[in-house]
């Protein structure tokens, strides 16, 4: 009997873990982000490293600032979306990000599992943290970076908690390959460098818990380091990174970069996971220096930008696993192959669910023409309208890819600054001054919103004409 009960166990653990690594990459599926800003220069800088097998250190888009330093740091991400693309047209984006986010979730329960023996525990953390991220299921190079941050975590966690250090060697090649996709690989290196300082807390007598020795969490670091110089830009990727951790003004002009605006359940969860784990710590006998330290971290980040809610989503189900009572009746009775047979199943339901769902290129291109200037570009490439041209900040991305023109801004607003961003900002709302705006003024070609206020005051303007509008967005020539 106690065989056919285990035996029952394993089958339905394996059946829960295929739904579970299944639903996150549904939502995404679901979701189908195509109409997402910035991918459209990330896939031309794809194409320009293709054609000219070499990373982009000048910018080639923008009309005012071409010519100036611009490193393609994401260069990696761009070719690997870009072939995507290619093969798959916009259906590839779709793969992408749930391919992605299955994979994260599979990193993050392997993750979990090994600080938790209770499988319900375990499962019910890793959906809430994928849950609470859904706002970033879009074919984004972040992805990449909640990925490979899991994976340092695992190793981290892992190593601290038993004293082996062979793990510490697979983080190197992680930030090999994190440096070359996204410029967030600095997070992973400040987390691995409070690990380091934890080891020498612990030497001096601390209530650090870490089994491994400064030498090797040191070795760990410095070899991390070193492996973030093996990308195009060697140490000024570091200066890209600094741009844009100072760049404050991006912060209240760019929705993604705004604090959570707590509208949604995801966002209520995120707040549960910090006061969990923050409750969690309270409970404890002992201070615990890197878990408070790695809170502290994520907190700052999760609730200043909500593009870095992933921090909280992970680190909170990471604390609450590591530090929750489990309960032993419910432990994980996994088969042998039962991670890898429910990694199946979810990747065969991942595949059902593109055609169960309508995902296929007609009707993402129908959904990418409600939001951005399909239509509007079509008619500009087949009346060869020339420029200058002058657009808005959220559509400068598509136009890169679909105008092949130089725009007057985009979504890389380190690069543009915050005074450029300012400028277009306002006069697009058709403040006092939007006249004065010199890019405007020397523009031939104007795409722009329909609704925006810059586009009902360029109808009176007797120097521009309305050539096309629809019901996204209106082009004007100068006359």
């Not at 890793?126 to 984004?140: D, H, I, K, V, W």
């Not at 087949?382 to 808005?392: E, F, H, I, Q, V």
């Not at 004065?436 to 609704?451: F, H």
């Amino acid at each position: 009997m106690k065989i056919k009960t285990r035996r029952a166990d394993q089958i339905a653990q394996t059946m829960v873990l295929a739904v579970l690594f299944a639903v996150p990459a549904l939502m995404g599926v679901h979701a189908a982000m195509v109409n997402d800003p910035d991918i459209w220069w990330h896939l031309r800088t794809g194409e320009l490293i293709l054609a000219q097998h070499a990373v982009p250190r000048l910018d080639p888009y923008s009309g005012a600032l071409a010519g100036s330093t611009w490193l393609a740091y994401s260069w990696l991400f761009e070719l690997v979306a870009v072939k995507l693309f290619h093969w798959l047209g916009l259906v590839g984006l779709v793969a992408y990000t749930g391919a992605t986010i299955l994979a994260i979730t599979v990193a993050l329960f392997h993750l979990l599992r090994r600080l938790q023996v209770d499988f319900t525990l375990v499962v019910l953390l890793t959906f809430a943290a994928c849950y609470s991220m859904g706002r970033l299921y879009s074919p984004r190079p972040w992805l990449l970076t909640v990925l490979f941050f899991v994976l340092e975590l695992d190793i981290l966690m892992q190593a601290r908690k038993t004293g082996r250090v062979r793990e510490l060697l697979w983080l190197p090649v992680i930030f090999a390959l994190w440096a070359n996709v996204h410029i967030q690989f600095i997070d992973g290196l400040i987390v691995l460098g409070l690990a380091w300082v934890e080891t020498l807390a612990a030497r001096w007598g601390s209530s650090a818990t870490t089994r491994v020795r400064p030498a090797w969490m040191g070795l760990a670091l410095a070899g991390s380091l070193l492996a973030t110089l093996l990308n195009p830009f060697g140490w000024r990727i570091y200066r890209a990174a600094y741009e844009l951790a100072t760049q404050a003004g991006a912060l209240n002009k760019i929705s993604e970069l705004q604090a959570l605006p707590f509208r949604t359940a995801a966002d209520y969860v995120i707040l549960l996971l910090a006061l969990g784990s923050t409750a969690m710590l309270a409970r404890q006998r002992r201070f615990m220096p890197f878990e408070t330290a790695l809170l502290g971290f994520a907190a700052v980040l999760s609730f200043r930008s909500q593009r870095d809610v992933w921090l909280m989503a992970v680190v909170g189900v990471v604390i609450l696993s590591s530090l929750a009572a489990g309960s032993q009746r419910a432990a994980i009775r996994l088969p042998r192959l039962g991670t890898t047979i429910a990694l199946l199943a979810a990747g065969l339901a991942m595949m059902i669910g593109f055609r169960a769902m309508h995902v296929n290129n007609a009707r993402l291109a129908t959904d990418l023409a409600r939001s951005m200037p399909v239509q509007a570009v079509d008619t500009v490439l087949s009346k060869g309208y020339a420029g200058p041209l002058y657009n808005d900040y959220n559509w400068g991305g598509y136009l890169i890819w679909a105008l092949r023109m130089p725009v007057s801004i985009d979504g890389r607003a380190a690069f543009y600054g915050d005074q450029r961003m300012d400028r277009s900002m306002a006069t697009w709302n058709a403040e006092p001054d939007w006249a004065s705006d010199q890019q405007l003024a020397k523009a031939s070609l104007v795409i722009g919103p329909v609704k925006a206020a810059l586009t009902q005051m360029l109808r009176m303007d007797p120097q521009f004409q309305l050539v096309y509008e629809d019901k996204v967005a209106a082009v004007f020539v100068r006359r």
